[in-house]
Structures are given as C-alpha cells and as structure tokens.
C-alpha cells in the first residue's frame, strides 16, 4: 500500500557515507513535508528527520535530510555501528485528505 | 516528558473486534494542536498508519480501512482507544500509538513502545 518507494536494502563500511532515497508524488512529497524515522530492531520507530532536513534535539548531525520535487533523501555520514537499522520516510498526502504515508522502508547494514 | 502506553489483549480470535487503549503521561490529551495516532506494523514488514483523533475528537482514518476502524478518545482519562472490528490473520501485527505534533509539522516525535496481536482462534 506504500506510496513512498525507497530501496530495500543499503550498506556502508564504518565512516562510509550511505544514502537513501524516497520517491512519490505530487500530492505528498511534490506538496508537503519529509520525516525520517529509524526503526533499531525490536523497538518502536523513533524521529529522525522533519519538515524536509530538521533534527529533532539528540539526534546526531551525521543524519541530514533533503528534498527536491517529489523525492528526497536521507544521508547518513561517518557510518556507524549503531546505524544499522530499518529507516523509514513519510509524508501527509493531499491526495485522500490526510492520509499520512510511510515509505517502503530501507534496511541499512554496516559491514 | 510525554509517554505513551499501548494497553489491551494480545490475541484476538478472527471475526471478532481488536480493542487497544493508549495511556498518555507527561502531557494533556487535550492539548490543541496533536493528533493522537495508531500506526501498526505486520510482523517483519513496513509501517502502515490507521488514523488519529483530535482532542476534540474529530477523526481521519486511513481509506483502506476505514469501514473497521473506530479512534475515539477519553479526555478524563486521558487517554485514546482504537477499535478494529471483524479481524482476520492480516489484522495480526505490532500497534503503536503515538503523537503527531502536528502544529508545527514536527512529526511523530512520541511513540508508545508497541503491542502485538495475533488474531488466532
């Protein structure tokens, strides 16, 4: 049911830069914004990233959000360990008047 | 600190309703400006949200399951509840509650820790 597509898989060597793209459309990425959350195995999601490229306070300065037309990315740099996880984008999406929409989600393994 | 609590029975039989209550601490539900949500996640799959509820108690729910799904909430309580009724093995999942700072677009900064059903008879 995802409307945000994302690449299910993505891998770095620690320190490594890896990017993650999320694309969709007009009526949600096109008109609203980003939120990125990290999924750690076994625990709830927890806020990366809003209003496109925002850190919520705690969150590291390694995680960087973008976005451009109806895609955005989320970069992690200086890769580490403790990244590996599950890492989702979302977004409003005008299309249904409120439906709020997750991307199809990235595993992220540091090898 | 705002924590949230996801509460209810953890097996359901199918064709009956799934009921889960969300226990808000650390802030008032009545507060403007939040929506108060169920997300749920399929067992090793991605993230799929259901809905919200305003403190006032206007709803949206997602369109694919809208003909099951009842948010209301309990301001004296200071809680919301989700019911999800005539349930199958699909229904089975993690449910999350968690807390939209909507008013300035700051995402789901709040998450209760989850709570699987399984629908099994």
């Known amino acids: 049911q995802s409307v945000l597509t994302q690449p299910p898989s993505a891998s770095g060597t620690p320190g490594q830069r890896v990017t993650i793209s999320c694309s969709g459309s007009?009526?949600?990425?096109?008109?609203?914004?980003v939120y990125w959350y990290q999924q750690l195995p076994g625990t709830a999601p927890k806020l990366l990233i809003y209003?496109?490229?925002q850190r919520p306070s705690g969150v590291p300065d390694r995680f960087s959000g973008s976005k451009s037309g109806t895609s955005a990315s989320l970069a992690i740099s200086g890769l580490r360990s403790e990244d590996e996880a599950d890492y989702y984008c979302?977004?409003?999406?005008?299309?249904?008047?409120?439906?709020?929409?997750f991307g199809t989600g990235t595993k992220v393994t540091v090898l | 600190q705002v924590q949230l609590q996801e509460s209810g029975p953890g097996l359901v039989k199918p064709s009956q309703t799934l009921s889960l209550t969300c226990t808000v601490s650390?802030?008032?539900?009545?507060?403007?400006?939040?929506?108060w949500s169920w997300i749920r996640q399929h067992p090793g799959k991605g993230l799929e949200w259901i809905g919200y509820?305003?403190?006032?108690?206007?709803?949206y729910y997602n369109p694919s399951l809208k003909s099951r799904v009842t948010i209301s909430v309990d301001t004296s309580k200071n809680q919301f509840s989700l019911k999800l009724s005539s349930v199958t093995a699909a229904d089975t999942a993690v449910y999350y509650c968690?807390?939209?700072?909507?008013?300035?677009?700051?995402?789901?900064?709040?998450w209760g820790q989850g709570t699987l059903v399984t629908v099994s008879s």
């Open positions: 968690a807390r939209d700072d909507h008013y300035d677009s700051s995402g789901y900064v709040y």
């Open positions: 650390g802030g008032s539900i009545s507060s403007g400006g939040y929506y």
């Open positions: 509820i305003y403190y006032s108690g206007s709803t």
């Open positions: 007009s009526s949600n990425i096109g008109s609203n914004y």
């Open positions: 209003r496109n490229n």
């Open positions: 979302a977004a409003w999406d005008d299309s249904l008047s409120g439906l709020y929409v």
